[in-house]
């Protein structure tokens, strides 16, 4: 089976993962290899997938591909502003006309609720969408009824994405039916807008846990699995990718639907991008190294990379706070 891509303003748009039944016999026969997940995990860093010729061109690949972020409790309109003037260029005219590029702009800008309205504003006349964190993020314990509405208020707020995040418990507790309708309902709450399912993984417990709750959020009809609000303890790893991104080739495999995978928390250095971009072309191919198949989550990434690109550029680093996101 396989969904058709169609290609819009010369972008490749999915059709959306329309979910299916909860299937627990699926769920039940889910593994995880810890060691030889681990084992594959610690080789990929230091292999040259990816040549150094070519290491600018990925750069700039995965500037596109960055969910801006700022969630901290004392952001300020002026500091979204700034970061959607960042996420609008992200990278200096001249420095793109020296690598020979046309102008790119990031994947997306993510904020918290109150912080829509001035983004939108300030990515009037892009294409580039608002994501914004919902259900109580990060812990996602605020009441069900009050975790809809938030979700419905950023969608009347102008967010074409909606980052939610799970219920932890429903998952230690292996509860998958309670997994599988709260996804559903925040889903349906979404309406056109996508939806990224936020796992947190550094508090599931195991790889297979993860591995199960990603395949239960994909069968409700996740667009995108996420996993970390980047305030967990532990936050996006390559371990954890690995299991992630197996359960979407599973998933696409099974319903011939494609969903999107979206690391976040912690990444914060350019070789770092290059390494998890190198995973997914072996893991699932070109398809998914696209912004309606991938994103980076990350407030501190971009200014990593400008550096490296200044370097290959003009050949010396340039101070880390030239760089500033916000
Ligand atoms: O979803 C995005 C994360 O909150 C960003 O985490 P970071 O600040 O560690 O890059």
């Not at 990031?106 to 259900?135: E, F, N």
């Not at 667009?223 to 967990?232: L, P």
């Not at 070109?286 to 290959?312: K, M, N, V």
């Amino acid at each position: 089976m396989d969904s058709q891509s169609i290609e819009q303003h010369g972008q490749l748009v999915e059709p959306r993962n329309p979910g299916m039944a909860l299937d627990l016999d699926w769920v039940a026969n889910v593994q995880a290899n810890t060691s030889a997940i681990e084992r594959r995990a610690a080789s990929l860093p230091g292999r040259r997938s990816v040549k150094k010729d070519y290491q600018a061109a990925w750069l700039l690949k995965a500037i596109t591909l960055i969910d801006l972020t700022t969630l901290s409790g004392d952001d300020t309109t002026g500091r979204v502003r700034r970061l959607c003037a960042k996420a609008r260029q992200p990278v200096s005219p001249a420095l793109l006309q020296a690598l020979d590029m046309e102008g790119i702009t990031t994947g997306a800008v993510c904020v918290y609720h109150d912080m829509i309205a001035p983004a939108v504003k300030a990515l009037d006349g892009t294409d580039i969408p608002v994501a914004a964190v919902s259900t109580g993020f990060p812990a996602g314990l605020s009441p069900f009824h009050l975790r809809i509405a938030e979700i419905e208020e950023s969608v009347k707020a102008g967010a074409k994405e909606i980052d939610i995040v799970i219920s932890r418990r429903h998952v230690l507790t292996q509860n998958w039916q309670a997994l599988y309708d709260e996804m559903r309902a925040f889903r349906a709450a979404c309406g056109d807008a996508h939806v990224k399912a936020i796992l947190a993984t550094g508090e599931l417990g195991t790889l297979r846990n993860v591995a199960r709750a990603s395949l239960i959020c994909m069968m409700a009809g996740a667009d995108f699995i996420k996993t970390s609000t980047g305030k967990e303890s532990v936050n996006a790893t390559l371990p954890v990718s690995l299991v992630m991104i197996r359960a979407i080739r599973d998933y696409y495999d099974a319903t011939g639907y494609r969903v999107g995978y979206k690391p976040a928390g912690g990444i914060s250095k350019a070789k770092d991008s290059i390494t998890y971009l190198a995973l997914i072309k072996e893991e699932l191919g070109d398809r998914w190294l696209q912004p309606d198949l991938f994103r980076f989550g990350a407030s501190s990434l971009l200014g990593d990379i400008e550096r490296q690109l200044e370097h290959h550029v003009t050949g010396a680093y340039s101070a880390g706070y030239r760089h500033a996101m916000g």
